[in-house]
């Protein structure tokens, strides 16, 4: 049994997908960052009901205006965490 999915993405999906899984990955990185337990708790919350409420949107335009939405959110809580001392690193900045 073949465990391709039973519709191919198409290379534009797949790049979207991609950059989806970057941002999802890079959230979570950052929200490490944050010191408070419960201010964790709570982004992660967040960012995972985000994701998984968009989970089933096939509109490329949709997908990229959510992209832009996730990635200002990213910066706000980066330049959050510079501010207050407690971003490690850059290595959780968006490219």
Do not use: C
Request: no cysteine; proline share 3%.
């Amino acid at each position: 049994m073949s465990k391709l999915p039973k519709a191919a993405l198409s290379l534009k999906q797949f790049m979207l997908r991609q950059e989806v899984l970057k941002l999802y990955r890079t959230i979570f990185r950052t929200i490490r960052q944050v010191p408070d337990a419960s201010s964790r708790r709570e982004l992660r919350d967040w960012a995972r009901a985000d994701f998984r409420n968009n989970r089933n949107q096939t509109d490329e335009l949709a997908i990229k205006m959510l992209l832009q939405h996730g990635n200002r959110s990213l910066k706000e809580l980066q330049t959050s965490l510079e501010l207050s001392g407690t971003s490690s690193s850059d290595a959780t900045k968006p490219s």
